[in-house]
């Protein structure tokens, strides 16, 4: 929506002139305010932890280091962090404890917690952070489970950024363990280069399967009873990042761990950048069709370059998600595993037309709490990719192609929008294509 930055800014216009607010929205309470730069500086995070299974803790030692890449001076700085009875967190910096100034209530436990600095950090400036934590982690009830959550992050009102991590993890005996990032067996910390968020999952009793391809560690992590569906999604990741790398000219990290999801077969989704999640690997069945397994495989890898590697910068997001698509019906019409993928990932768009909802696909949060029907399928899922479909007819395969590359290059680990979509391949193309994108 164009009307979108003005409307804010009329809006904060008349809430200063009523309230006589000279300050900035995110202020903290006895202190300077916090401030977002434009791009997040990228941070370094060398991790320690210990999970302790019987009791269902994880705690650890990190340290963070920042170097102000922007133009802004930081006075403070948000952890992202559960403050509850169960969680605790201790963080230094420049040589004194910190204390947090604002943050989490006990009707709000999951809110960041934000710290004023001694000292200014000035624009090519570094920052480092020690922190010790501990909180629970997993569920009793549960044997095997993961977080994204598990420990303090630098937090930036919500805006994805890529960060390093440097992680050793002490995980209880008969676990297998996928984190974000690629062991090192000389120092055993799993490294990661440059990621939206370092997860981790703890197998009980499960087995791990790996393959190289070209440099990319694949590792299927999974029970007995799911060994065939996952060998399965091994061999498909294994050819998908095959073909990946010789379409788009390489694969933005150099690990991939397929983890189970849920029982149903209901699809999949990005655990944490590196680590996918495939429902139902336990539902497969004897002599059945390989094409679910292919599809649902090779669409989840399309979201490691589109969603982890170039992050979405609408709210809500969903240009990430068609983007991703794109790949995964490139692979499956170009293996001939599906020559109709293109058309059954618009069908229910098609058949939603007749239902008259509003299927506008930028909208507001607040306009998408509203929403009934189910928008992730018929919009999202579904106009999204007829859309992206679309615009490769519209511009043509070579020039689309080139387009869808070369993006890949250009926002790798930065955020992409639909607004800046349509001005990359304006520029790329000559055309005005605001036609295009209105519609």
């Not at 003005?6 to 006895?30: D, E, H, M, Q, R």
């Not at 950090?121 to 934590?133: A, N």
């Not at 993006?407 to 055309?431: P, S």
């Amino acid at each position: 929506m164009r009307c979108r930055a003005l409307s804010a800014f009329i809006f904060i216009l008349i809430l200063t002139s009523l309230t006589g607010c000279t300050k900035p929205p995110n202020s903290v309470s006895g202190g300077a305010a916090y401030l977002v730069p434009v791009q997040p500086p990228k941070s370094h995070y060398l991790i320690d932890a210990r999970v302790d299974a019987a009791r269902t803790l994880i705690e650890g030692q990190e340290k963070i280091t920042l170097k102000n890449n922007s133009s802004l001076p930081l006075n403070v700085v948000a952890l992202d962090w559960q403050m509850t009875g169960s969680s605790s967190m201790d963080v230094s910096g420049q040589g004194q404890k910190l204390s947090p100034k604002a943050g989490p209530s006990a009707s709000n436990p999951g809110s960041p917690v934000f710290f004023n600095l001694p000292q200014a950090v000035g624009p090519g400036e570094e920052l480092k952070l020690d922190i010790s934590f501990r909180q629970k982690f997993g569920d009793p009830k549960e044997e095997s489970g993961g977080t994204t959550s598990w420990y303090p992050r630098l937090w930036w009102d919500g805006v994805p950024v890529h960060e390093a991590f440097s992680v050793k993890l002490e995980v209880p005996e008969g676990y297998a363990l996928a984190a974000s990032g690629r062991l090192d067996p000389k120092t055993g910390r799993y490294e990661a280069e440059s990621v939206r968020t370092f997860g981790i999952y703890l197998g009980k009793g499960m087995k791990t399967e790996r393959r190289d391809v070209g440099g990319v560690l694949i590792t299927s992590v999974f029970t007995e009873k799911g060994t065939k569906a996952a060998t399965l999604c091994l061999e498909t990741a294994a050819d998908a990042i095959k073909y990946y790398k010789e379409w788009l000219g390489f694969y933005p990290f150099p690990f991939l761990t397929i983890i189970p999801g849920g029982p149903g077969r209901w699809g999949g989704y990005p655990f944490a950048t590196g680590i996918v999640a495939i429902h139902g690997l336990e539902t497969y069945k004897d002599g059945e069709s390989p094409r679910h397994w292919q599809h649902i495989t090779s669409h989840e890898i399309g979201h490691e370059y589109w969603g982890e590697w170039v992050m979405d910068a609408d709210n809500p997001a969903w240009l990430w998600i068609c983007m991703g698509i794109f790949a995964d019906t490139r692979y499956m019409t170009a293996r001939k595993y599906d020559p109709n993928r293109l058309t059954e990932w618009t069908g229910n768009y098609v058949s939603g037309i007749p239902m008259y909802h509003d299927m506008t696909l930028d909208i507001t949060p607040a306009i998408e709490e509203k929403i009934k029907y189910d928008r992730n399928n018929t919009v999202i899922h579904s106009k999204g990719p007829a859309m992206v479909f679309a615009l490769d007819s519209v511009l043509g395969r070579e020039t689309f192609d080139r387009i869808y590359k070369k993006a890949l290059v250009v926002f790798g680990g930065k955020r992409l929008g639909w607004l800046d979509l349509e001005k990359f391949c304006e520029a790329e193309t000559g055309q005005n294509l605001q036609w295009f994108f209105d519609a």
